[in-house]
């Protein structure tokens, strides 16, 4: 194969739709159904969310660094948490906890209505601000915010995705889910577990999912 020029320009050289349509290819076998979700995937540049040194891994089903102790989630996990959120309807409003450079938000983006999602640390929310607006994701709202808190203002939302693992389920999130609504999040310090939850006749669902591996939902801002 030709070497070519690696580019942070979104569809170029080995970042191209063609490296895309691998990734797609692989969730397919991977598991993955939803077409909607899919299709978000593969009209995102993964490679614009990471260092220009990362680029060339962005395709590769593996989380990154991102700086800060923080990574972006291997393209399987943002896939099945997002076609899990879908339940086959359009979203509403989603909330995301856990922005890190917004690569997840980018594909919630195309999949809901409306995105809000809120990070800890400011220097990543800030990057991940300059990647959505250089995708015109035009339906998303960043917070920096503890997200264990939720976002009382925007309540109720009828998706919920947690990106870094919770020792237990807040309950301001669980309050804020509307009823109908669907959360994803992973419970668990060493080892860990996706929980899909949800919220029927005020009463909350509990389904065990897969076992995985997150960062850590931190208290606090930064
Ligand atoms: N959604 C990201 C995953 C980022 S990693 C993706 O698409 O790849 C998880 C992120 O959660 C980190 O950036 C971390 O700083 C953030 N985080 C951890 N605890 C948090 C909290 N209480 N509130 C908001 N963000 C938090």
């Known amino acids: 194969m030709a070497l070519r020029t690696l580019s942070k320009k979104p569809g170029i050289g080995m970042t191209s739709a063609r490296t895309r349509d691998r990734m797609l290819a692989r969730l397919r076998e991977q598991g993955i159904k939803d077409e909607a979700t899919l299709s978000a995937i593969g009209e995102i540049p993964r490679h ?7 680029s060339i891994r962005a395709y590769e089903d593996v989380s990154l660094p991102i700086g800060h102790g923080q990574t972006i989630s291997q393209p399987y996990i943002v896939a099945r948490m997002t076609e899990i959120l879908r339940n086959d309807k359009p979203l509403n409003k989603v909330l995301e906890i856990g922005t890190g450079c917004g690569y997840q938000t980018a594909v919630l983006s195309r999949v809901a209505r409306e995105v809000l999602s809120v990070e800890r640390i400011r220097p990543l929310l800030l990057k991940a601000r300059d990647h959505l607006r250089a995708l015109k994701c035009s339906n998303v709202k960043l917070d920096h915010a503890d997200g264990s808190k939720g976002l009382e203002d925007y309540a109720p939302f009828d998706g919920i995705i947690v990106t870094a693992a919770a020792s237990h389920i807040p309950q301001d999130l669980l309050s804020q889910l509307a009823e109908g609504g669907r959360m994803v999040i992973p419970i668990g310090t060493e080892s860990q577990t996706l929980y899909l939850i949800e919220r029927l006749n ?5 389904t065990e999912l897969e076992a995985v591996k997150f960062v850590p939902l931190l ?3 930064s």
């Not at 614009?48 to 990362?54: K, M």
């Not at 005020?202 to 509990?206: A, G, I, R, T, V």
């Open 219 to 221: 208290g606090g801002l």
């Open 202 to 206: 005020d009463e909350f669902k509990k």
């Open 48 to 54: 614009i969310f990471v260092d220009e040194a990362l």
